[in-house]
C-alpha cells in the first residue's frame, strides 16, 4: 500500500471491554510506532518497535496497554480492561529504519470512544 | 524528559499574510525538530523538519528556524493560502521518541 493504514477507522467499546487496534505500516519500514491523541491536545507517544521488538514501551500508560509486532509488519495495540479515559485517537506512524532524524508517516488514527 | 511547548494556541490571517507558529523545548539533547500539519479527520503530516546541525531551512513558502542555545524553533508560512488551515504541530525528538506540542489552529481567511 503507499501509505500507513489503520483498522478500524471507529471504534465503539463499553467500559470493562477488551480491544484490539490495528496498523500496516508502509512496506519495508523497519520502526513503527504508537501514539494517542486526545481531543485538542497533540500525540503523545506511547511505544516504539524497531523489527519485532520494542525499543522503546516508556509511553504505555499502565499494564493494561500491550502491543506487539510479531513478525515485524503488522503491529496491534491491545488494551484491556478499557476505561472511559482511554477515549481517543490512536495513531500509529512507520518509518525506514528508526531512530533520531528519521521521518514519521503516520496513519488516518483509529478513534476509540469507550462508553 | 522532553517538554515541548507551542503557540499560540489559536492563529488567524488574512489571506497572504504570513503566519508564524513558536515552540520551545526543555532536553538540550533533542536533536530533531519536525513541524506537522494535521487536517480534520486525518493523521499528522510531514511539512518540513530541521536537524540541530542546521539553523534554517526553506522549503517554497514554509521556512522553519532552530535557536539551540534558546531551545525554541519556528514555523514561518509566507503567503497563506485558504488551504493552509488547519492544525499544526512541532515535536522534538531524542533517540525516536519524539514529543508533540500542544498544537496550533490556524485559519487562514480569503
Known amino acids: 500500500g503507499a501509505g500507513v493504514s489503520q483498522t478500524p477507522s471507529n471504534k465503539v467499546t463499553e467500559k470493562g471491554k477488551y480491544v484490539e487496534l490495528r496498523c500496516d505500516p508502509i512496506?519495508?519500514?523497519?520502526?513503527l510506532y504508537w501514539y494517542r491523541q486526545s481531543l485538542g491536545q497533540g500525540p503523545e507517544f506511547l511505544i516504539y518497535f524497531q523489527g519485532t521488538g520494542a525499543a522503546d514501551d516508556s509511553g504505555l500508560p499502565n499494564d493494561r496497554f500491550f502491543a506487539v509486532r510479531p513478525e515485524g509488519s503488522v503491529s496491534t495495540l491491545k488494551i484491556q480492561r478499557t476505561e472511559r479515559g482511554d477515549s481517543a485517537v490512536y495513531l500509529c506512524?512507520?518509518?525506514?529504519?528508526?531512530?533520531?532524524?528519521?521521518?514519521?508517516?503516520f496513519g488516518p488514527g483509529t478513534r476509540l470512544l469507550v462508553l | 524528559g522532553e517538554n515541548v511547548e507551542q503557540h499560540p494556541s489559536t492563529l488567524s490571517v488574512q489571506e497572504g499574510d504570513s503566519a508564524v507558529i513558536k515552540c520551545t523545548y526543555s532536553d538540550s539533547a533533542s536533536n530533531y525538530f519536525p513541524w506537522y500539519k494535521q487536517e480534520l479527520g486525518k493523521g499528522p503530516q510531514l511539512i518540513i523538519d530541521?536537524?540541530?546541525?542546521?539553523g534554517e531551512k526553506k522549503d517554497q513558502r514554509i521556512a522553519v528556524t532552530l535557536n539551540k542555545t534558546a531551545k525554541h524553533f519556528s514555523l514561518h508560512i509566507t503567503e497563506t493560502q485558504p488551504e493552509d488551515s488547519a492544525v499544526y504541530f512541532c515535536a522534538a525528538s531524542i533517540e525516536g521518541d519524539m514529543r508533540f506540542g500542544a498544537g496550533t489552529r490556524l485559519t487562514v481567511k480569503p
Open positions: 506512524a512507520s518509518s525506514l529504519i528508526g531512530g533520531v532524524g528519521e521521518t514519521q508517516y
Open positions: 512496506s519495508g519500514h523497519t520502526a
Open positions: 530541521i536537524r540541530s546541525n542546521v
